[in-house]
């Protein structure tokens, strides 16, 4: 399926106060919507994903997978301030004619996830059987299952919070300190600031694996070795990797993004926010997770009403979600047909 753009024209007003004088929204969906509307399957995607679930989520998503297209209609959009086709700090700021670049006004959790709310009144979607995210997506997931807890059936969050920590908002700034160390970052280019991007993606992947993980995946066996470790040439790659495909604007306007969730916020608290779903929820955590360890997830599931909570081994970290998909499956579908409230603990490593 091709990318779609919803196009709202109105004025959208953002938490911060500031607003969008209308919005882009980009977004995929894959099989069709069925006679009764029953088969919406919403995908929330995390920090640098796109819309095109099909790709970055194979084997959860895809022909003879869990979610398929010729069972499911399924939607994945891309949120505010991603360059994958939402409005984001390269599209054209009205009020000077030129990219937003730093300027582009601060969203949160609960903009983008309003900004969705718009996309699924356009496409008719009144009631969604399973939304889905992990990391940043486990956040709207969250977020959108409080603000209109009928619409949602099924709610799974993976390796996620419902408020960021004081550890994650350190890891993001010390990712947004080195974006602002490339002078380039100030250049008013669409490439400014893509050495301290990567140098950002360096510092996010040591919290999205594990030492487990680089041991495994990265030992060098030449114990003769002066220069020229797996390890370096690792880091080297991804950084590489990511600005070939993104910018150093939208990355930290997303990684501030993360930092503003926070379902208490203008509410009682954050139990009771997390009192208010009534979708039935699936909480999913990750054992070797150091981003979102498991007692957020587990807190998560204690507040969350008659929620199910699954924690599993692995040796890939936070990542692991978007790696092991064959235990992920395991899991959901178990879930999804035994909605009983449980807790269960898998090893896989």
Same mark, same amino acid.
């Given at each position: 399926? &091709?990318?779609?753009?919803?196009?709202?024209?109105?004025? *959208?007003?953002?938490?911060?106060?500031? !607003?969008?004088?209308?919005?882009?929204?980009?977004?995929?969906?894959f099989g069709k919507l069925n006679a009764n509307k029953s088969n919406v399957i919403w995908v929330c995607h995390a920090?640098?994903?796109?819309?095109?679930? $099909?790709?970055?989520?194979?084997?959860?998503?895809?022909?003879?997978? +869990?979610?398929?297209?010729? #069972?499911?209609?399924?939607?994945?959009?891309?949120?505010?301030?991603?360059?994958?086709?939402?409005? @984001?700090?390269?599209?054209?700021?009205?009020?000077?004619?030129?990219?937003?670049?730093? @300027?582009?006004?601060?969203?949160?959790?609960?903009?983008?996830?309003?900004?969705?709310?718009?996309?699924?009144?356009? +496409?008719?979607?009144?009631?969604?059987?399973? $939304?889905?995210?992990?990391?940043?997506?486990?956040?709207?997931?969250?977020?959108?299952?409080?603000?209109?807890?009928?619409?949602?059936? !099924?709610?799974?969050?993976?390796?996620?919070?419902?408020? !960021?920590?004081?550890?994650?908002?350190?890891?993001? %700034?010390?990712?947004?300190?080195?974006?602002?160390?490339?002078?380039?970052?100030?250049?008013?280019?669409?490439?400014?600031?893509?050495?301290?991007?990567?140098?950002?993606?360096?510092?996010?992947?040591? =919290?999205?694996? =594990?030492?487990?993980?680089?041991?495994?995946?990265? /030992?060098? @066996?030449?114990?003769?070795?002066?220069?020229?470790?797996?390890?370096? &040439?690792? /880091?080297?790659? /991804?950084?590489?990797?990511?600005?070939?495909?993104?910018?150093?604007?939208?990355?930290?306007?997303?990684?501030?993004?993360?930092?503003?969730? @926070?379902?208490?916020?203008?509410? %009682?608290?954050?139990?009771?926010?997390? %009192? $208010?779903?009534?979708?039935?929820?699936?909480?999913?955590?990750?054992? =070797?997770?150091? +981003? *979102?360890?498991?007692?957020?997830?587990?807190?998560?599931?204690?507040?969350?009403?008659?929620?199910?909570?699954? #924690?599993?081994?692995?040796?890939?970290?936070?990542? &692991?979600? $978007?790696?092991?998909? #064959?235990?992920?499956?395991?899991?959901?579908?178990?879930?999804?047909?035994?909605?009983?409230?449980?807790?269960?603990?898998?090893?896989?490593?």
């Open positions: 399926m &091709s990318l779609n753009t919803f196009t709202y024209t109105k004025n *959208f007003k953002l938490e911060s106060g500031r !607003h969008f004088a209308g919005l882009q929204v980009a977004y995929h969906t920090l640098t994903a796109n819309s095109d679930v $099909l790709d970055w989520w194979a084997g959860l998503f895809g022909e003879n997978n +869990l979610f398929n297209p010729t #069972e499911h209609f399924i939607v994945c959009a891309n949120v505010l301030s991603s360059p994958y086709g939402t409005t @984001n700090p390269l599209s054209t700021d009205p009020e000077t004619g030129q990219p937003y670049y730093q @300027n582009f006004p601060q969203v949160t959790i609960r903009d983008m996830v309003k900004a969705h709310i718009l996309l699924a009144d356009d +496409l008719g979607i009144e009631n969604i059987k399973v $939304l889905i995210g992990g990391s940043l997506g486990g956040q709207q997931a969250l977020e959108w299952s409080i603000i209109q807890p009928e619409r949602i059936e !099924h709610s799974v969050l993976i390796a996620s919070n419902a408020k !960021h920590s004081p550890w994650g908002i350190a890891l993001n %700034e010390s990712q947004r300190l080195a974006i602002s160390a490339d002078p380039t970052f100030y250049s008013g280019k669409a490439d400014g600031g893509s050495n301290g991007l990567k140098a950002a993606r360096s510092i996010a992947l040591l =919290s999205y694996r =594990s030492y487990l993980t680089y041991d495994v995946t990265q /030992q060098d @066996n030449n114990d003769e070795l002066l220069d020229g470790y797996k390890a370096a &040439s690792y /880091q080297s790659y /991804q950084g590489d990797k990511l600005i070939k495909r993104f910018n150093a604007y939208s990355y930290w306007h997303l990684s501030k993004a993360m930092d503003s969730n @926070n379902v208490g916020r203008c509410r %009682e608290s954050v139990e009771a926010a997390l %009192e $208010l779903v009534k979708a039935k929820t699936l909480v999913i955590g990750i054992t =070797s997770d150091i +981003l *979102f360890p498991v007692t957020e997830q587990q807190y998560l599931a204690k507040h969350i009403p008659n929620a199910t909570y699954v #924690e599993y081994d692995s040796i890939y970290g936070h990542d &692991s979600f $978007l790696v092991e998909t #064959e235990t992920l499956t395991k899991i959901i579908d178990t879930f999804l047909g035994d909605i009983s409230g449980k807790i269960i603990k898998l090893h896989t490593a």
